[in-house]
């Protein structure tokens, strides 16, 4: 069985730094593509950012693209998020994912639906 379960959330004033985390159980990460999701009272779930089983291809949103960075530890099999200028705009709940099925692969996804295992998620709210 595998787990996601991300850390690190919190309440952060606008303009601050966060860092997730992600740790994986149950499975080697290492050859997986991991995503990071987010959802926003009242909205739905959008992609934020995803990252290649060995970092050579990464993906942003535009709206965090040069604030938010996405990193893997694989020896860790963890997944990072980390999260700079943040805005009140950026107020969500934090999930990451694993896409199982693209292994080693150059490709990353932005689809929620090629998302095959999920977190619990964790809260960020960031004050103006």
């Known amino acids: 069985q595998v787990q996601l379960v991300e850390s690190g959330g919190g309440l952060v004033q606008a303009g601050g730094s966060l860092r997730l985390s992600c740790a994986v159980s149950?499975?080697?990460?290492?050859?997986?593509?991991m995503g990071w999701f987010r959802q926003a009272p009242g909205k739905e779930r959008e992609f934020v950012a995803a990252?290649?089983?060995?970092?050579?291809?990464?993906y942003y949103t535009d709206s965090v693209k040069g604030r938010f960075t996405i990193s893997r530890d694989n020896a860790k099999n963890t997944v990072y998020l980390q999260m700079n200028s943040l805005k009140p705009e950026d107020t969500a709940v934090y999930y990451c994912?694993?896409?199982?099925?693209?292994?080693?692969?150059?490709?990353?996804?932005?689809?929620?639906?090629?998302?095959?295992?999920w977190g619990q998620g964790t809260q960020v709210t960031v004050s103006s």
């Open positions: 990252i290649n089983w060995n970092g050579g291809s990464i």
């Open positions: 994912a694993a896409d199982v099925r693209k292994r080693y692969s150059d490709l990353v996804s932005d689809h929620q639906y090629e998302y095959d295992y």
């Open positions: 149950g499975r080697t990460l290492s050859s997986y593509v």
